[in-house]
């Protein structure tokens, strides 16, 4: 019986090794996928609150905003991936392609590669409610689920080995 608890002790080590290993070789893949939803999310016009929390809308732009975006757009200097009327953060598409995956063993996180500036545009943006870089709970779900269906691999793997 010892020998038993002992050999299942060490499978679960096995296992455990294994799920950290699969894990840290897919998490910059996984953040990258997880980017693309939340620079897709942004540009179709939605934010996120706080972590975990529901898409909404972005407010609605004023309309000297807009005005100033018609006249930029007839300049060529507004991102294809927008137009005057939409308030998607993407007036010059900087700020979502200077969107960056960092992954460590603690997870992965968003951020904002520099210049400072990009913190400045942030919280401008929250303070205009137009809160973007939180994940919501719809994608955190999906997350898990890709993280799940990792895990579950490695165990039917190594259960198909054993």
């Given at each position: 019986?010892?020998?038993?608890?002992?050999?299942?002790?060490?499978?679960?080590?096995?296992?455990?090794?294994?799920?950290e290993?699969?894990?840290?070789?897919?998490?910059?893949?996984?953040?990258?996928?997880?980017?693309e939803?939340?620079?897709?999310?942004i540009?179709?016009?939605?934010?996120?609150?706080?972590?975990?929390?529901?898409?909404?809308?972005?407010?609605?732009?004023?309309?000297?905003?807009?005005?100033s975006r018609?006249?930029?757009?007839?300049?060529?200097?507004?991102?294809?991936?927008?137009?005057?009327?939409?308030?998607?953060?993407t007036e010059?598409?900087?700020?979502?392609?200077d969107?960056?995956?960092?992954?460590?063993?603690?997870?992965?996180?968003?951020?904002?590669?520099?210049?400072?500036?990009?913190?400045?545009?942030?919280?401008?943006?929250?303070?205009?409610?137009?809160?973007?870089?939180?994940?919501?709970?719809?994608?955190?779900?999906?997350?898990?689920?890709t993280?799940?269906?990792?895990?579950?691999?490695?165990?039917?793997?190594i259960?198909?080995n054993?």
């Open positions: 019986m010892a020998k038993d608890i002992k050999s299942l002790v060490s499978d679960l080590k096995l296992l455990q090794k294994k799920l290993t699969v894990i840290a070789r897919e998490l910059p893949k996984i953040g990258e996928d997880l980017k939803q939340v620079v897709e999310r540009q179709d016009g939605y934010g996120v609150s706080k972590d975990g929390g529901k898409k909404a809308k972005f407010n609605k732009l004023k309309d000297s905003t807009i005005k018609e006249y930029k757009k007839k300049k060529g200097k507004l991102s294809d991936n927008t137009s005057p009327e939409i308030s998607n953060q010059t598409g900087r700020m979502v392609e969107m960056v995956v960092k992954t460590s063993k603690k997870g992965l996180e968003l951020t904002l590669k520099p210049p400072k500036d990009r913190e400045e545009v942030a919280e401008h943006n929250v303070q205009k409610g137009r809160i973007a870089y939180n994940i919501s709970g719809e994608e955190l779900k999906e997350l898990n689920n993280i799940q269906d990792l895990a579950d691999k490695v165990v039917k793997d259960l198909k054993s």
